[in-house]
């Protein structure tokens, strides 16, 4: 008796072995459970990317009235090619440590104008736009910048070319999901770099806040979290600044380091 006993006992081993071996865990244990993946963070930046005919990609960074799955939705229904909330566009890093920050302003990843033969680089933006928009005072707000500089110049002067970069400025006619758009070809510092205003906005207080924001992308910014700066995404409320904060300059003056003029 002790003998069977003994085989038993010893086939019964084999046949936990053998079952923790298949299930990864003892007989009548319940399975180990699969790690959720991680849930991912929508930090309300919106892009858009389109295949041009000369090769390269078009990027755009789309200012939302402060819903970023509605206006992604909104351009999906208008057949853009639409970027899921956390994918980087082609070329671009996504990250804090991938970029230029400080405090709760930082760049738009691998976006920065070339220095084109001077101190600083020279932009210029080309106003299009109607009454209403207040792009004189916007681009005097973003002058105040250390490391590069902001020109004002009505759209029929043309482009003064000789290194320096123009950024047209234009308004167009998006859903209520949209206060704006800047356009910049990926891994391009030489531009072409475009802004487009919501027409809707003309003549208020957004109209303002909305300008100052998508020059500060087309100066090579990305958005910013405080209220305290024109960088900050959605519709304004009481207390939003109308224009950058010391934190976005802090943060153009990291992207164009060599000393200016």
């Known amino acids: 008796m002790k ?54 990609t078009r990027i755009g960074l789309h200012q939302h009235a402060g819903n970023a799955e509605a206006l992604r939705n909104s351009l999906r229904a208008q057949g853009k090619n639409v970027l899921a909330a956390g994918q980087a566009p082609p070329g671009q890093r996504m990250g804090l440590l991938a970029c230029e920050s ?40 973003w002058y105040q910048a250390v490391g590069i500089d902001a020109y004002y110049r009505w759209y029929t002067a043309g482009c003064p070319g000789g290194g320096r970069h123009c950024v047209h400025v234009r308004t167009y006619s998006p859903g209520p999901d949209e206060f704006g758009v800047t356009y910049w070809n990926a891994n391009a510092p030489e531009g072409p770099v475009d802004v487009y205003l919501a027409s809707h906005m003309a003549g208020t207080n ?56």
């Not at 220095?115 to 600083?120: I, K």
């Not at 950058?244 to 380091?257: A, G, H, N, T």
Request: charged letters at 15%; glycine letters at 10%; aromatic letters at 8%.
């Open 206 to 261: 957004q109209a303002r806040k909305s300008t100052c924001h998508e020059l500060g992308h087309a100066l090579g910014l990305g958005h910013n979290s405080s209220t305290n700066s024109c960088m900050k995404q959605g519709r304004i409320a009481a207390g939003w600044s109308l224009r950058p904060s010391s934190q976005d300059f802090e943060v153009l003056k990291r992207i164009y380091p060599r000393p200016g003029t």
């Open 102 to 141: 400080y405090g709760t302003a930082v760049q738009w990843c691998d976006h920065a104008w070339s220095y084109g033969g001077f101190n600083d680089p020279q932009v210029y933006f080309l106003d299009h736009t109607p009454a209403g928009f207040p792009v004189t005072d916007a681009v005097n707000d």
């Open 3 to 56: 003998g069977i006993r003994r085989r038993l006992a010893a086939a019964a081993a084999v046949l936990a072995t053998l079952t923790i071996g298949l299930t990864g865990s003892p007989a009548g244990a319940a399975p180990p459970t699969a790690t959720p993946a991680p849930a991912v963070v929508d930090n309300g930046d919106v892009y858009t990317v389109q295949q041009l005919p000369n090769g390269q």
